[in-house]
């Protein structure tokens, strides 16, 4: 298949030169299904990205198509602020008899605007509030976004520059394997908590990523996550799971930290929860810490009803049981044999991951984006992340088929062949 | 008319506490269409709040609508991320034929995340980032948004005691009229500013709203704006014009700073630049300033397609010719004359206002919310703003006839009447 | 009379670049007495300057002379960090029956360490704790000093520049008269105060000098500090008045603030404190405040036994009744009364002052330093001071003779003569 | 010998709670002579503590004294802000020739004010300024002083709590064996600076003591300065010593970086730089950071002449040549000998330290106030350190003789004896 790249002027002339993946994938998107997206010339490519973890259900699913196409048929609410609609009550039963109470987890629902970052600006300014502390420990490569309460606890050297400001208030601590097992976990932070001479200010909470994605594909062990969680409980701090990339299956269950058996006691959630890719989030947390006053916190767009009619949508069709999470598993392992295979040829690549995102990493980080320009030139859609963009990551829908998923991987491994 | 108090159980069971415009309109919204909403058991609602500004153009308008589905039911690409995409080229086409060019506005386009404080946290951003300097000035009363960087130059103290942390690098100065005319524009800010002695931290930007909304509906006059930005480019300052409320038409032109004659360095545009209320922002800027690395902002839904199409819908139904800008002043003066009347028999209120915004001030803030309580009761939806909640404020669709215009004043007169 | 510069070889190649007095005044001093230096040459210089406002009482007074050589002829403790002494004791004691209880002063008596900044470091953070807010007031064109927590609150650019960090916390309003009496005082601060979408933080604190000394020897009137006070206890605010360079009588009373007939919560002093130069300063506070934990402010040289020795012989000698408070005023007169003759001969110059500080205004500020420096060519030590060295600043000893001043003010004549 | 308590009631009465020392030590102080004090009812105490670290040639020291008195007779400048004087000029020349020039250190000299917070505060300005970044490493259970900017690299929490605002801009590090060996040395902070997704704030400088006097007696290994300073030029960081408590020969040579053949950029002296306990504080650094502007920082008490009188003296006395080196290295061996003697006997204790500074950590952390408290019963003044205040330390003059030293290091045994 031959690429030609398309017209992109009013994208050169007009839109800011803070426009980014554009650039890796130049080619002007028209259409899109399942894992599929068609660009205007009718090139198509497949999927391994999934809008970052966004569209976990496919490209325009039909099943949740077709309720938000009768819902905007028969004008139901669309921009509904914060107040109570049928389609909300319809999403937040569901979300209750779904996802919570089989879970047998607690939590309040706070809609904190539409997007991830949203989710994490008002889930540190909750445990802020509820703790009297400002101080919040993050993990090296960690990612929580963009506005300025959510940069100062990301890792990125390059994004956080771009605040203008410094970034205060965030303290970094070692992710999982951060010394390749050689330390003991925690050994830092809990000495450092401990110590009444460490200087350390006194953290509200710890926000954690299960998986990093951005940070590049790290995965935490169930065992540290659980220490992660004691430890939080003997020094009175309270911890914040991140699930906006992982969450909503990415990694097997609803939400990626079951496995570890845990319970959060803030979870933050976007991405995939609307299922449709339109934007939405969530903060979740244990009912006695909803000490907000009415109106505290607000925003335009946190009632975004249409994402609510498919979110719904998305939970009845597919967490009623337990399917999908057997389902990615599957996938997942597909994915494992695959990798194994390709980094036995290839000795300057490692690879890791969970569920159903996979990182595969290269010594040489021009590698990695090498061989994700060469996967766009065969029709597959990859991104690179990792602090130098070191890592292949694969994030392919959770609807994907096997076959579809084996196409993907052979592009992937011919693209690393073809890149040696 | 009687209003029965709906169930709203999963609402207060399962939805934090910090839930508000469903207190003040205790009522299950199903449909809407224009100006009127329906509740679940049939009841009609006219809108005076215009999802705060986010509905100018009515609720589910039908050419947006049509043009929705039609995106939808062919599969147009739904989430983005920032590709290039058809519907954000025509997007964009759209937005520099029938806005920026008749008006010889020269700015860059940025997709900064679909909210309102996502468009105002790359704005700072940027703005500190070209000057160098981490201080920005604000304004009393100014609402700019919930995440950290916005909320630091917002005003109300209620909502900054949310964060949970200091809220520093930003300094407010007094809005126009802020003394009532006793003390010259700018008599203050000007003099800090030339004083080396002043101890203010020389500012990288100044950060206004045209009309304050949320804080009251304070109307800032022409030459103060203008006042405002020859300060600014003496000073070497960057001005940001937060235009998310009074922007796509609210005040009459499309962008509110028009009728002043100014072209700020920085704008920032959401709420009704979707025109269907789906989540949308812009951070526009002149060139020069783009001075972005790629991918140094990012945000996984500032690509939100439909929202391009119903956006590039609304500005060539809209805002192809002057219609829409006649249209706008014309009601306004329906409701001024309206306002007059009312006033001139309530001695304790008074009111101002711009285009398609105004505001009803009462002497006793708890009145302003009686008066909207009791609005509701009849069937309109007001709500208050101002720093005590002691405006009414009109906010109604753009679109809306004189008919239900003159219904609805009605109703707020007798509202005022009935509550005295 | 001709000043050879004098070899300074060793100050200007070891002695960093930040070095500045040394530079205005380009002699090499050996000796003092009284309101006289002498420089290794044998040159006289008279002092207008007198440490900056720390030789209250003149270089190397005979009497505190004489205490201070029989301590350390004796082995009285020279460093007692905060050990009880007899020196210390005897200092407290004399403070409490020559300063506090005549003036029917509450205050309890800290000694946070040896300097200015110490003393207003200590303040600031008594205030922050006791009120639970970090938000402090400080005035324009104030000078608190150079450690991070004072300059804060210091308003000169040029020495906030230099402190590398943002300076936050702080947020400056206009001092007594900063418009010349055109808007009402505390218009601003207090409406800030008042309006809860100000968006001011509201401050733990109001820091205050009575007359700026570095600011450019702005006067507070009695009735702006009272109104000030007032204000504070409305809106429950501390009062501290930094007292530090116009403390010791400098004004007159032994406080500055004793004219205004007001009780500040806080008052820091220090300069003149120990009456012959040593460092040597005290925080007062009302005893409602005392809430500190032992040794949570600490300080190595808070205890220097000899400052001690001389700060009581000093205190004795000139305060037991009220004489010096009347001779200052006196020679007040003597200064006000040559000030207006002089600027009634120069259309360029005003004049302003109280007690023995007096500074003279230049329209071009150039002249300002062109004034000092002739005036050190005829043995007059003169500094300026304010935002751009524009006022020349006058400050003699308070035990300057009669004759002395008349010499001064005569040399200070023919400088504004012959640089005009 | 029975101590009877003093009456200390104008302490109780008019002195702050935060007084600390005089609370251990409850007695008045009146008269002291090298290493013995006497108090008002004649009892003699022996002084293992030496003004923390500020009496390293003992109190009053016969030579200096004469010295001082001499200055004080014949009216040499006592207060001199930064003007050149004969007693700055022979301090400088001294300093050069008796430190400076043997040692090959080629700093400049700045004055910057009288306290170590001083020094500390523009060593930290300094750095910020060269490197134009704001963040600086500090190290766990390290003190720097008690001023805004001094007191956010100090690790004490209680102290730290005294500020009132978040302190941010600084990150503390494992100082050297805190984790007792286990992990490499600067493992976790190399690894922070050379991950670009680490989220640490690239720091300006790193500040440490070689040995953390108040953090418990902390001996940094000359190899981990060593490398400590590898790790700054690697990662172009400016290194700053404090050396207020350990330089002036308390390790054996002038500074106490000498023994690790280091050169930091820039090194803060106090506390024994003037020799006889007056308030004097150096900040060195190398000549091309020297980029102050005149005035940039500055300070009422930078120039206290007597201290240069004394501290030139004190030059001339001790480091003419290389004795009082050797003589406290030796002094040295005879604390470490009995210290092993003590412990052997007393299992819950350990001891480590260098030249004249030791400290003796109990397992159970009120038995050092105990140790301490029975001590002074014996005549002896010893001090706590340490987060917990878990460390006896042991901090006599350098110019004590070895019976004294005998003397208090068997009190010390009986100490601890007594309080088993």
């Known amino acids: 298949m031959t690429i030609t790249p398309p017209a992109l002027s009013v994208f050169e002339t007009l839109e800011s030169e803070v426009r980014s993946y554009c650039r890796g994938w130049p080619a002007v998107f028209d259409r899109a299904q399942g894992a599929r997206l068609t660009d205007e010339d009718g090139h198509s490519y497949l999927d391994f990205f999934a809008g970052a973890g966004s569209l976990n259900y496919g490209h325009n699913n039909p099943v949740l198509k077709r309720a938000l196409i009768d819902y905007i048929e028969r004008d139901g609410i669309t921009h509904g602020l914060d107040m109570a609609t049928t389609a909300k009550r319809a999403f937040l039963e569901t979300f209750q008899n779904v996802i919570l109470r089989p879970r047998d987890l607690p939590y309040k629902v706070m809609f904190p605007g539409p997007t991830g970052t949203n989710a994490v600006e008002s889930a540190l300014k909750l445990a802020r509030k509820v703790k009297g502390r400002e101080s919040v420990v993050s993990f090296t490569n960690a990612f929580h976004g963009m506005s300025l309460g959510s940069l100062a606890v990301t890792g990125n050297a390059f994004k956080r520059a771009g605040a203008g400001i410094p970034l205060v208030h965030g303290t970094p601590m070692p992710f999982d394997n951060y010394f390749d097992g050689t330390v003991p976990d925690f050994l830092w932070f809990e ?3 401990e110590d009444q001479g460490s200087g350390l200010n006194k953290p509200a909470a710890v926000i954690v990523e299960t998986v990093q994605g951005e940070g590049g594909i790290n995965v935490a062990r169930p065992e540290w996550l659980r220490a992660l969680k004691e430890l939080c409980e003997r020094q009175d701090m309270l911890l914040i799971v991140d699930d906006i990339q992982m969450g909503c299956g990415r ?3 609803f939400f990626s930290f079951e ?5 959060p006691d ?3 959630l976007s991405k995939s929860i609307s299922g ?9 947390f244990k009912p006695e810490l909803d000490i907000w006053e009415p109106g505290e916190h607000n925003g335009t767009f946190r009632g975004n009803n249409p994402a609510f009619v498919t979110a719904a949508a998305a939970l009845q069709a597919y967490w009623a049981d337990g399917q999908m999470e057997k389902q990615t598993l599957a996938r997942g392992e597909q994915i494992e044999q695959t990798l194994l295979a390709v980094c036995a040829e290839e000795p300057t690549a490692s690879f890791r991951g969970r569920g159903l995102v996979w990182g595969m990493e290269f010594e040489d980080p021009a ?7 060469r996967a766009f030139e065969l029709g ?9 963009s070191e890592v292949v990551k694969l994030l392919p829908p959770l609807t994907i088929t096997p076959e579809e998923l084996d196409e993907g991987l052979r592009t992937l491994a011919r693209s690393v062949r073809e890149t040696a």
Chains 1, 2, 3, 4 share one sequence.
């Open 191 to 193: 000495r450092l908590l």
């Open 251 to 253: 990694t097997g269950g």
């Open 259 to 263: 496995e570890a058996g845990i319970v």
């Open 266 to 268: 803030i979870v933050t």
């Open 276 to 284: 449709y890719g339109l934007p939405m989030s969530l903060c979740l």
């Open 367 to 373: 590698r990695a984006s090498a061989v994700c320009a």
């Open 380 to 388: 597959l859609l990859l991104e690179t992340s990792g602090p130098q």
